[in-house]
């Protein structure tokens, strides 16, 4: 499986934009970007994915950089209620088309200074 | 609506005993997953069903552990003979197929003593 990486922790304040990077050198073309989170006592959390062009949706945004080989997670206004452990993980789908595993790395724990 | 609900929340089992350990998936839902999460670290895949077919287990770790789905529906994953290093939360994920998100339950904590 291609591997992303993350670094262990980052610090953020209360309202003011994060920027979660991540690094994938060896994706492949077929591989989707995913961006799940994880709070504390509860299983991940699904936040956003994208293939080639950035995304937005209600929870976050995702750019991904033109040549694929990375790609950043901006929480445009953190809240207290951010902070978790936030996992960039490259999605295969098989040549079938179906749905298949995620492999989790170590991910980022981010803390949210009030 | 209902997410993915599991239980038990906790189990404690004495090493040498058997667990089981049930995985309600969100309603409709074709695949799902079980993961391993030790402490501090990612949850590592298991294993994952498409309906009743399993078909990936090349996650579980050792004979000791079977999962099943009969149904199509709810899923149970068992561990005979439980050893100390099967400590660990133990997360269920289903999801609708292609590459829909995965919707995890908030897992079974499982503590062998």
């Known amino acids: 499986d291609a591997k992303t990486t993350q670094p262990n922790s980052m610090e953020s304040n209360e309202e003011e934009p994060v920027h979660l990077p991540c690094n994938h050198s060896?994706?492949?073309?077929?591989?989707?970007i995913h961006w799940y989170r994880q709070l504390p006592s509860q299983g991940p959390e699904y936040v956003i994915h994208g293939l080639t062009s950035n995304v937005n949706n209600r929870m976050a945004s995702l750019a991904i950089a033109e040549d694929r080989k990375s790609s950043t997670l901006i929480l445009h206004r953190a809240t207290l209620r951010d902070a978790a452990v936030y996992y960039c993980i490259l999605r295969v789908i098989n040549s079938g088309g179906s749905n298949y595993k995620l492999t989790f790395g170590k991910g980022t724990l981010l803390t949210v200074n009030p | 609506g209902a997410g993915v609900s599991q239980s038990p929340r906790y189990k404690v089992a004495k090493r040498g005993q058997d667990v089981a350990l049930r995985c309600d998936p969100i309603?409709?839902?074709?695949?799902l997953f079980w993961y391993q999460q030790a402490l501090g670290q990612g949850p590592e895949f298991l294993t994952y069903?498409?309906?009743?077919?399993?078909?990936?287990k090349s996650g579980l770790p050792s004979d000791r552990f079977f999962a099943e789905r009969p149904e199509g529906s709810v899923s149970t994953l068992k561990i005979q003979r439980t050893q100390q290093e099967d400590s660990a939360v133990y997360l269920c994920a289903s999801s609708p197929g292609g590459n829909s998100p995965l919707h995890f339950g908030n897992g079974t904590r499982l503590t062998v003593t």
């Open positions: 069903f498409q309906n009743e077919a399993q078909l990936d």
């Open positions: 309603s409709g839902h074709v695949s």
């Open positions: 060896t994706i492949s073309g077929t591989d989707y």
